[in-house]
């Protein structure tokens, strides 16, 4: 099974600044990577796929990067409601299968 | 726009079985090419995948749980299901549904599941 560490586990950072989260597999992925942000109360929310698109209506200061064992998800000018946990999350082709990072919280500094 | 709802019992006693169905709408289950997941998440912790309908009609499980879950699809209804058996407190859990297998762009809200006796 692969292992997804997320680091840091709480990032704290000012509103309009920049936040990078690192996501790091315990083996090549490549480029099978997701992110999700997750509110309180509420579903996760994929942001990212494919280690670097951006899903349906996600605004342009998310960008992914990365690939085979290192990923980042970057926020270049936090607002408000981007305080929230993030995931990554990767697919296995064979065996298929998925697993999660343990989660970054971005928390207003 | 495609929209998930989870429904099932919010209680099982331990031993038991635990069984949700995700209902989907806004969408054929039938196309697409999609596949159809259930993830959970324990209390104040991180997010764990269960299994997935594969489209080409498999099923595909977390080692951790492939001997106690089944997902199982109802084409006719529009809906897939889970069953976990042997539950225990540890299969406490919020349960989503969710559309995907190497992302997941669409998820349910969520249901809330408490294995107490």
């Known amino acids: 099974e692969i292992v997804l560490t997320q680091f840091p586990a709480t990032l704290s950072v000012s509103p309009g600044e920049r936040a990078t989260l690192s996501c790091r597999a315990s083996?090549?992925?490549?480029?099978?990577l997701a992110w999700y942000q997750q509110t309180p109360g509420q579903a996760p929310r994929l942001l990212i796929y494919g280690a670097s698109t951006r899903a349906t209506a996600v605004p342009g200061r998310f960008s992914g990067s990365g690939s085979e064992t290192e990923f980042r998800l970057t926020i270049s000018s936090l607002q408000s409601e981007d305080f929230a946990v993030y995931y990554c999350q990767q697919y296995d082709n064979w065996p298929p299968g998925v697993t999660f990072g343990g989660g970054t919280i971005v928390e207003i500094k | 726009q495609m929209e998930l709802q989870e429904s099932g019992s919010g209680l099982v006693k331990p031993s038991q079985t635990l069984s949700l169905t995700c209902a989907v709408s806004?969408?054929?289950?039938?196309?697409?090419?999609?596949?159809w997941s259930w993830i959970r998440q324990p209390p104040g912790k991180g997010l764990e995948w269960i299994g997935f309908?594969?489209?080409?009609?498999?099923?595909y499980y977390n080692p951790s749980l492939k001997s106690r879950v089944s997902i199982s699809v109802d084409k006719s209804k529009n809906l897939f299901s889970l069953n976990l058996t042997s539950v225990t407190a540890a299969d406490t859990a919020v349960y989503y549904c969710?559309?995907?297998?190497?992302?997941?762009?669409?998820w349910g809200q969520g249901t809330l599941v408490t294995v107490s006796s």
């Open positions: 806004g969408g054929s289950i039938s196309r697409g090419g999609y596949s």
């Open positions: 309908f594969y489209h080409g009609g498999t099923t």
């Open positions: 969710a559309r995907g297998q190497v992302q997941f762009d669409s």
């Open positions: 083996r090549s992925v490549s480029r099978n």
